[in-house]
T-cell receptor, first 111, second 114 residues
Framework: RKEVEQDPGPFNVPEGATVAFNCTYS??????FFWYRQDCRKEPKLLMS???SGNEDGRFTAQLNRASQYISLLIRDSKLSDSATYLC????????????FGIGTKLQVIP | GAGVSQSPSNKVTEKGKDVELRCDPI?????LYWYRQSLGQGLEFLIY????????KSGLPSDRFSAERTGGSVSTLTIQRTQQEDSAVYLC????????????FGAGTRLSVL
């Protein structure tokens, strides 16, 4: 089993739709979780951290389910500008900060 | 600039030549990562530097790949005797290990091996 798994998509959704992505991880000792966004031919950039209690930033909501070992990203009222690849990132606890990226889920918002 | 800087932004080389890619991390960031991303693929971890500790080289695909980080700052990734399958975007990221360990990426070096 891969350390971090994501559905690569693509997810094609109309403008205004709500879309959700999940990301599963295998290491139960994982401590920190993030969602990054990567635009075509650009570097990844931090979208948001994921907190145990769930957190929201505008139209974006991130949640963590430790029992089932997955994180999720919900995007409400999708905009054309949301079209990108969304990467989940998992960091284990402990002194060595090895970071694992998922393969990314591609989102295409269509007019 | 305050971000991660990588050079060159593009590199075209002939098969069999050596190349050097440079990464200048954000000042004060003790952790530095190199990744490779082939077209349409995810990020492939290559190597990790943290302070004065021995680097984690577990992701380097072959002994043709090596990396250094001098003085805890600038890093160079060297690929010897390049092959066509080495063609990819090489991304560098740096972070503060303390706290959330958020990685900040450079714009990458796009390597094309002809």
């Amino acid at each position: 089993r891969k350390e971090v798994e994501q559905d690569p998509g693509p997810f094609n959704v109309p403008e205004g739709a709500t879309v959700a992505f999940n990301c599963t991880y295998s290491n139960s000792a994982s401590q920190s979780f993030f969602w990054y966004r990567q635009d075509c031919r650009k570097e990844p950039k931090l979208l948001m951290s994921v907190y145990s209690s769930g957190n929201e930033d505008g139209r974006f909501t991130a949640q963590l389910n430790r029992a089932s070992q997955y994180i999720s990203l919900l995007i409400r009222d999708s905009k054309l500008s949301d079209s990108a690849t969304y990467l989940c990132v998992v960091i284990p606890s402990g002194g060595y900060q090895k970071v694992t990226f998922g393969i990314g889920t591609k989102l295409q918002v269509i007019p | 600039g305050a971000g991660v800087s990588q050079s060159p932004s593009n590199k075209v080389t002939e098969k069999g030549k050596d190349v050097e890619l440079r990464c200048d991390p954000i000042s004060g960031h003790t952790a530095l990562y190199w990744y490779r991303q082939s077209l349409g693929q995810g990020l492939e971890f290559l190597i990790y530097f943290q302070g004065n500790s021995a680097p984690d080289k577990s992701g380097l695909p072959s002994d043709r790949f090596s990396a250094e980080r001098t003085g805890g700052s600038v890093s160079t990734l060297t690929i010897q005797r390049t092959q066509q399958e080495d063609s990819a975007v090489y991304l560098c990221a740096s972070s503060l290990v303390e706290g959330k360990n958020i990685q900040y990426f450079g714009a990458g070096t796009r390597l094309s091996v002809l």
